[in-house]
């Protein structure tokens, strides 16, 4: 059974940081491309990032990019999301998500953690 388990959120102030982990296990996680998304309240599911198999490549979307860094540890199936200088337009439900490198859609999911960012 494949399951995805985010940690790591919570409230904060804009500004501050935040790490974001996602625990994995069920499948083999070096073979699988991963990533983060994200949901607020009212808007559609919204791309963050996402990393190679191998960690050798990261991709981000346009409203996280120089703030945020994705990466991996597949000695622990870990993936971990750091946020840095935080808004109140970051808060949402962040999901992570794994898919075989060899796919386009993301075949497993978490159930997602809060962050929620006060000005």
């Known amino acids: 059974q494949v399951q995805l388990v985010e940690s790591g959120g919570g409230l904060v102030q804009a500004g501050t940081s935040l790490q974001l982990s996602c625990t994995t296990s069920g499948l083999t996680f070096s073979n699988y491309t991963t990533g983060w998304f994200r949901q607020a309240l009212g808007k559609k599911r919204e791309f963050v990032a996402a990393?190679?198999?191998?960690?050798?490549?990261?991709v981000y979307g346009d409203s996280v990019k120089g703030r945020f860094t994705i990466s991996r540890d597949n000695n622990r199936n870990i993936l971990y999301l750091e946020m840095h200088t935080l808004q109140p337009e970051d808060t949402a439900v962040y999901y992570c998500?794994?898919?075989?490198?060899?796919?386009?859609?993301?075949?497993?999911w978490g159930q997602g953690t809060q962050v929620t960012v006060s000005s």
């Open positions: 998500a794994a898919r075989m490198s060899s796919r386009q859609k993301y075949d497993y």
């Open positions: 990393i190679s198999w191998l960690g050798g490549v990261a």
